[in-house]
């Protein structure tokens, strides 16, 4: 699990950013290390289930962490603060004041607008998956359709 989630902080990080993946965009890759395939979604509806399929038919379940949802970023708006101040001396000991205020100017104004459901899926491979590969596919039930995905490539060597 620890893998599985730095998997998703070091992808989702490593975009320009920290950027979500492109909208309607589906990323799938072997993790060796995990000895799963690793997906990430981004679709208008949120992910259902994610299962890799065999070329018999037979298939293993993924488990799906939903990342972000749809939403909208705000900038704080632009304020402008009065001050009032005074540092004076009285015999051996020095006392100060102040005083302030601040206002905004406007609201808060939108930075991001996403549309968005992103999810990370790990799916665990079977034994041959390293050489029947190119015989599975990923299927993902996102919202009321399906989506069909080639097997990503184990890594050479």
Same mark, same amino acid.
């Given at each position: 699990?620890?893998?599985?989630?730095?998997?998703?902080?070091?992808?989702?990080?490593?975009?320009?950013?920290?950027?979500?993946?492109?909208?309607?965009?589906?990323?799938?890759?072997?993790?060796?290390?995990?000895?799963?395939?690793?997906?990430?979604?981004?679709?208008?509806?949120?992910?259902?289930?994610?299962?890799?399929? #065999?070329?018999? !038919?037979?298939?293993?379940? %993924?488990?799906? *962490?939903?990342?972000?949802? &749809?939403?909208?970023?705000?900038? /704080?708006?632009?304020?402008?603060?009065?001050?009032?101040?005074?540092? #004076?001396?009285? !015999?051996?000991?020095?006392? %100060?004041?102040? *005083?302030?205020?601040?206002? &905004?100017?406007?609201?808060?104004? /939108?930075?991001?607008?996403?549309?968005?459901?992103?999810?990370?899926?790990?799916?665990?491979?079977?034994?041959?998956?390293?050489?029947?590969?190119?015989?599975?596919?990923?299927?993902?039930?996102?919202?009321?359709?399906?989506?069909?995905?080639?097997?990503?490539?184990?890594?050479?060597?």
């Amino acid at each position: 699990m620890k893998k599985a989630l730095f998997w998703i902080v070091l992808t989702l990080g490593g975009c320009a950013g920290n950027a979500l993946p492109p909208p309607n965009s589906v990323q799938a890759r072997f993790d060796p290390g995990t000895q799963a395939v690793q997906v990430v979604v981004s679709e208008r509806e949120p992910i259902m289930q994610a299962d890799l399929v #065999g070329a018999d !038919g037979a298939r293993q379940a %993924g488990t799906v *962490t939903m990342v972000s949802a &749809p939403h909208v970023d705000y900038a /704080p708006p632009p304020s402008i603060g009065i001050g009032i101040g005074g540092f #004076g001396f009285s !015999g051996c000991c020095g006392f %100060g004041s102040d *005083t302030g205020i601040g206002f &905004p100017l406007g609201g808060p104004r /939108p930075v991001n607008v996403s549309d968005q459901y992103v999810a990370s899926v790990s799916i665990p491979v079977p034994a041959d998956y390293a050489q029947h590969w190119n015989a599975y596919r990923v299927e993902l039930h996102v919202g009321n359709r399906s989506l069909a995905v080639a097997a990503p490539p184990p890594p050479a060597g």
